[in-house]
């Protein structure tokens, strides 16, 4: 198949072309990195790059994913995550490209007390959220023939992620404060990457949720990395959320249930603690 890549320099662009590589076609794009240059806020430069390139699939992954940057700026935010989509959409729309984009747990706002299900009323607490979930209602009434992924607290190889920096500020003797009142499941961008061409190639067109299978804190999150590092004995303190000192309301629960993959009898992906395990060996 012949794809089209947004954000190909992130981490989860990074991982999504090394895992499909070997099988397809690639057009790889992102405004950075040594890629076809494409800021998808340019409504002409996206509808020439997809029309110039004729793919038969795009995976959107271009996006602004600071929280906090988000909160702080918002103009960015919804000019990036949802007027970028509306582009994307659009151009997909135009040239009968199918279309995937990649969506977040930060739809939801965490008063559930069980896991969220694809068609539960999303209902964000931050403007992250809320960029996103516009991008979502681009993708629904502008692109038929799409799919929409959502994941939750992504750690990969490429860049900064949750479990790398606690395991670099513990390797600096410094002191772990983190935050032990909000649940979600950690998501393993290559195992992502490799769910996400399964979607592409072999489901139905709708919307679903992927992440590592099983839920913790981030508390947990960060006591099973350092674990798993060599670093047990190093101390971390729980704190709650109210304690942590940032301008974006998180949701207390982001777990999803990956109900679309069930009723397509498609395999979750292996538990959260197993692909942190295989993560950690990887930074050497």
């Not at 790398?164 to 195992?191: C, E, H, M, Y």
């Amino acid at each position: 198949m012949r794809i089209l890549i947004t954000g190909a320099a992130g981490m989860l662009g990074t991982d999504l072309w090394k895992a499909l590589g070997s099988e397809h076609e690639l057009i790889l794009t992102d405004v950075v990195g040594d890629f076809l240059a494409l800021d998808v806020t340019d409504t002409q430069a996206v509808s020439d790059m997809v029309t110039g390139t004729k793919p038969e699939a795009v995976i959107h992954a271009a996006a602004f994913t600071n929280v906090d940057g988000c909160e702080v700026d918002p103009d960015t935010a919804f000019r990036v995550n949802a007027f970028g989509t509306w582009n994307v959409a659009s151009a997909c729309a135009a040239n009968d490209v199918a279309l995937l984009y990649v969506s977040t747990d930060f739809v939801f706002d965490g008063e559930k007390s069980e896991p969220y299900y694809e068609f539960d009323l999303p209902n964000p607490l931050s403007r992250y959220g809320a960029s996103k979930l516009a991008g979502e209602w681009y993708v629904r009434n502008i692109c038929h023939k799409h799919w929409i992924v959502r994941t939750a607290w992504l750690f990969g190889e490429n860049g900064n992620s949750f479990p790398r920096t606690v395991i670099d500020i513990a390797r600096t003797g410094k002191p772990l404060r983190v935050v032990a009142d909000q649940v979600g499941s950690p998501t393993f961008t290559r195992d992502l990457s490799l769910k996400i061409e399964e979607i592409l190639t072999d489901s139905l067109y709708g919307t679903y949720h992927v992440t590592n299978k099983g839920a913790c804190s981030w508390y947990e999150f960060a006591r099973t990395a350092l674990d798993l590092a060599g670093l047990g004995g190093v101390d971390i303190m729980p704190i709650k959320s109210d304690e942590w000192d940032s301008p974006t309301r998180r949701p207390k629960n982001s777990v999803l249930r990956h109900w679309a993959l069930e009723v397509q009898g498609m395999d979750d992906l292996r538990q959260w603690q197993d692909a942190l395990a295989d993560f950690v060996s990887r930074l050497g």
